[in-house]
């Protein structure tokens, strides 16, 4: 089926009786970069979001709280620390993969997260810096001491309950080096990996699991494959080491949950559901919904995301396919499908910031789908973050009744 203009989708979207959007964050309302603490938020957005209470939810692999956190990016768009748990401006959804969830007053919880878990990501951090003291050297042998420690500390993001290493600062020390970036790929998959063996060294065996970002889908063991950096896409920048369940699936099912609980007062998934509870494959998922919800109470769904990807198998028999917003999008497409409502799914550009991601310049999306891919992207945004915000600002305007400012 053809794709939708944005402004053909706006008015699809105008009139809808019941709709719940899902969306990213990073490269979706904001510019990816490399140093994640130097993202910032448009205040109209923020204030757009607030206008579709109810109506919109965020369901991305970041996190709300901490020095890191989203919340922090909403706080200072709006010029006031207060403002935001005052009048109800933070980000409303679900964070870290979907265990950390939060109302629009910034009130968050953890559910089915055990405390021995939270101690442990605790510690993680200082434990990612000294593993990655230990292996940088023989991979960038031209720093050393203060300087070498000092490129550690800033590739790892001290969340609390996904903590990651980002490689983009790191690559900028070996710009155009494919094969170094590959080593490194490589490094970060081994450490990580180390990480693991140690959690269930403390009892935590099955407690976590590592999200690539980008990935290339499930390898056999149903480990998400690394993206291997190539001339003009560097792949893989982070991994995140996550809590067991923190898939944006699962998330989708809660954040569904939620919202049929406000419009009809009962949540047909249980109040306790959450992502450590909830099945784990898209067919499970999928199968839950059809047993536990009808068909006439599911709303219109809009999924929006940036990262889904899309590569040849080196055999030349397929295709590898992943993204982290790929299942959940899929997923909801397949809710769609099932319900007999038309839900949309919606791809933002994110090669416009620091980091190098394919692009839909030419409109191939090429690295992104092929043309055997059972995900339907309805609407492109390709001019990236900007474009999209100013189609979000225009459709809340029209849901809310507010002029766009």
Same mark, same amino acid.
């Given at each position: 089926?053809p794709?939708?203009?944005?402004d053909?989708f706006?008015q ?7 709709l719940l959007? !899902?969306? *990213? ?10 140093d994640?603490?130097t993202?910032c938020?448009d ?8 206008a579709?209470?109810?109506?919109f939810a965020?369901?991305?692999n970041g996190e709300h709280?901490g020095?890191? +956190?989203?919340n922090r990016l ?5 010029? *006031?620390p207060?403002?935001p748990k005052?009048e +109800?401006?933070?980000?409303?959804g #679900?964070a870290a993969g979907? $265990?950390?969830l939060?109302d629009r &007053?910034?009130?968050l ?7 021995e878990?939270?101690t442990?990501?605790?510690q993680?951090?200082?434990r990612?810096e000294?593993?990655l ?5 023989a991979?960038?042998?031209?720093l ?5 420690a000092?490129?550690?500390k800033?590739?790892?993001l001290?969340t609390q309950v996904?903590?990651t290493?980002?490689?983009?600062g790191?690559?900028?020390? !070996? ?6 970036q590959?080593?490194?790929?490589t490094?970060?998959?081994?450490l990580m ?8 060294d403390?009892? #935590?065996?099955?407690s ?6 980008p990935?290339l +889908?499930?390898d056999?063991?149903?480990d998400e494959?690394?993206k291997p950096a ?8 982070d991994?995140?080491?996550m809590l ?7 998330g989708?099912?809660v954040?569904?949950n ?8 009962? /949540?047909?998934?249980g *109040?306790? &559901? ?8 898209? *067919?499970?998922?999928l199968?839950? !919904?059809k047993?536990?919800?009808?068909a ?7 999924g929006?995301?940036?990262? $889904?990807? /899309?590569?040849?198998s080196?055999d ?7 993204? @982290?917003d790929r299942?959940?999008?899929n997923?909801l497409q397949?809710?769609?499908?099932w319900?007999?409502?038309?839900n949309r799914?919606?791809?933002v550009?994110s090669?416009?910031?620091e980091v190098d991601r394919p692009s839909?310049?030419?409109g191939?999306?090429?690295g ?10 309805? !609407? ?10 100013a189609?979000?600002?225009q459709? @809340?305007a029209?849901r809310s +009744?507010d002029p766009?400012?």
């Amino acid at each position: 089926m053809p794709r939708l203009t944005p402004d053909q989708f706006l008015q699809e979207l105008t009139g809808a009786e019941d709709l719940l959007i !899902v969306q *990213d964050l990073d490269g979706v309302c904001m510019q990816l970069v490399k140093d994640p603490l130097t993202r910032c938020m448009d205040p109209a957005y923020v204030e757009a979001v607030a206008a579709l209470d109810g109506q919109f939810a965020v369901l991305t692999n970041g996190e709300h709280e901490g020095r890191r +956190g989203v919340n922090r990016l909403v706080e200072q768009a709006l010029a *006031d620390p207060d403002l935001p748990k005052r009048e +109800g401006r933070y980000l409303p959804g #679900l964070a870290a993969g979907g $265990v950390q969830l939060q109302d629009r &007053f910034g009130d968050l919880s953890h559910p089915g997260v055990s405390q021995e878990e939270m101690t442990f990501l605790a510690q993680a951090p200082s434990r990612m810096e000294a593993l990655l003291m230990e292996r940088l050297p023989a991979l960038l042998p031209q720093l050393h001491g203060d300087d070498l420690a000092q490129v550690a500390k800033a590739a790892v993001l001290d969340t609390q309950v996904s903590p990651t290493i980002n490689l983009n600062g790191i690559f900028a020390f !070996v710009p155009g080096d494919v094969t170094c970036q590959q080593a490194l790929q490589t490094m970060l998959s081994e450490l990580m990996h180390q990480l693991l063996s140690e959690a269930a060294d403390q009892g #935590l065996e099955g407690s976590f699991f590592l999200h690539v970002a980008p990935n290339l +889908g499930r390898d056999a063991q149903g480990d998400e494959r690394i993206k291997p950096a190539a001339f003009g896409d560097v792949g893989t920048t982070d991994i995140q080491f996550m809590l067991t369940g923190s898939i944006k699936e699962a998330g989708l099912l809660v954040l569904l949950n939620q919202h049929i609980k406000r419009r009809w007062g009962e /949540s047909p998934l249980g *109040d306790a &559901f959450n992502v450590r509870t909830a099945p784990h494959s898209p *067919d499970a998922l999928l199968a839950l !919904v059809k047993e536990r919800i009808p068909a006439e109470r599911m709303p219109l769904l809009v999924g929006v995301g940036d990262t $889904v990807t /899309s590569t040849a198998s080196a055999d030349g028999t397929g295709w590898l396919r992943g993204g @982290s917003d790929r299942g959940f999008l899929n997923l909801l497409q397949d809710l769609g499908a099932w319900c007999g409502q038309p839900n949309r799914v919606v791809l933002v550009d994110s090669s416009h910031g620091e980091v190098d991601r394919p692009s839909h310049a030419d409109g191939s999306l090429q690295g992104i789908t092929d043309p055997e891919d059972s995900l339907r992207i309805d !609407v492109l945004m390709p001019d990236g973050p900007d474009q999209y915000i100013a189609w979000f600002r225009q459709l @809340s305007a029209r849901r809310s +009744g507010d002029p766009v400012r």
